[in-house]
């Protein structure tokens, strides 16, 4: 693996000890947003998915990020959103909240209201309008959001995702940002993809929850101290996730079960992602109202959901629903 190597190569790893010694860790899905035909979230549904992916592995849920579109969403639907969950008997332990917004005060109105009905674990992307932007401007972003909460609960992870947002969070920035406020800052997303980003967060900030953004990173960041990882293929293979993580856990073989939740993974991002998952639950749950998303995001086209279908199948994912046609 890429991190057994120099002074890792002869490391024996006390698993379990090292997972426990973190507070968040684990298979987390980073959710999609089911939604009703005019496009407003479909609570209930919403409701059961979270449930059945916590029922099926998931040690947590990501509400509103990237998966689901959350931006899409206003600060108001994202806030009716996360109380739906909670109204349903949803623990806001097993939460954490995408809070991320272009402007500051709507990223402090999602984390207070996210603070104020039990879920302290907060998911920030760095606001995302202005490119090119310094440290020093990414850090007052940060610590502004921080000193204006001035809330012991809140638990801060900060969320790179540079080929999305467009506004990487170098490693000095969250360096700083731990350092400042120690036992808030709590953890990292790293969508990066990039393991050498991956190794450099670990390296330099081994007391946070480091989450690969993927499962593709999943074992490589385990052996290096990652705390798991957050998905968004974790809304269709939940259960496959979790088994590489458990074989890892309890220091079995993984690299069977690492292989066939990676091949899984590569089918579904060679589509757009989260039309392509929209699309599996349709078939999984027989419920065509899964396929909607909110502009700009579209359905799948006949062809590409049928690709995606004939390709799952090959791979051994359980058989989608043959009463819904491949159609947009």
Partial sequence: YLFRDNQYSDMTIDHTSQLNQLSTTGIWCAALTPQQPDRSIDTTRFADHIRHLLGVGCHGIAVFGTTGEANSFTVAERKRGLDALLETGVDPSQLMAGTGCCALPDTIE???????????????????????????????????????????????????????????VPVEVITDLAERFPGTVAGVKDSSGDPENLRALLDALPNLAIFPGSETLLIKGLAHGAA??????????????????????????VEQ??????AVRKIFQQLPLVAALKQYRAWIDDEPGWRTTRPPLQFLSPAQASWLREQLSACGMPSANTSLPDES
């Fill in 257 to 262: 079960v690492e292989a066939q939740a990676i």
């Fill in 110 to 168: 999602l984390c207070r209201h996210a603070l104020s009905v039990g879920c302290s674990r907060l998911l920030m992307l760095p606001p995302f309008y202005y490119k090119n932007l310094d440290n020093a401007g990414l850090i007052g972003a940060y610590a502004s959001v921080i000193e204006d909460l001035a809330d012991s609960r809140a638990q801060l992870f900060i969320y790179h995702f540079p080929a999305m947002s467009g506004v990487p």
């Fill in 228 to 253: 798991g990882c957050i998905s968004a293929t974790a809304n269709a293979n939940p259960a496959g996730i979790r088994r590489v993580f458990d074989a890892w856990a309890a220091d079995e073989e």
